[in-house]
């Protein structure tokens, strides 16, 4: 199967940090399409989009990797969100509009 460039990035980005806790990822390619619009192809926190690597995160980590948990970020952010605070060195109001978007996935 053919992968644009974009995409074997993100499947990079996939790596054994999301298979902690809450299992593999639950989602399919086409639910990745589905995040990079919601997501507006740009970093949920920083709304970095040129010249990054962009990344699936799960917002809560003792949650399932599914669209309702997975916020795009860039691998930079990625990398200070592990090692410092976590969700704690975001701004409410950012912290607010990630888990608004989440919730447009969410099946009621």
């Known amino acids: 199967m053919y992968r644009s460039h974009h ?3 993100l499947w990079r980005c ?3 940090f999301f ?3 809450a299992g593999p990822l ?3 390619q086409d639910d990745i ?3 990079l619009e919601l997501w507006r192809n740009r970093c949920g926190v920083t709304g970095d989009r040129l010249g990054v690597v962009l990344c699936l995160a799960r917002w809560d980590e003792q949650r399932p990797g599914t669209c309702d948990n997975l ?3 860039s691998a930079n952010f990625l990398k200070r969100f592990d ?3 976590g969700k704690e060195q975001i701004p409410v109001t950012i912290q607010q509009r ?3 978007r989440m919730a447009q996935c969410r099946l009621d």
Request: overall charge negative; charged content about 15%.
């Open 19 to 21: 298979f902690l806790a």
């Open 33 to 35: 399409e589905y995040l």
């Open 83 to 85: 090692q410092v605070d």
């Open 14 to 16: 996939l790596s054994p």
């Open 26 to 28: 639950a989602i399919t």
């Open 7 to 9: 995409d074997s990035c």
């Open 98 to 100: 990630i888990q608004e």
């Open 71 to 73: 916020v795009l970020v």
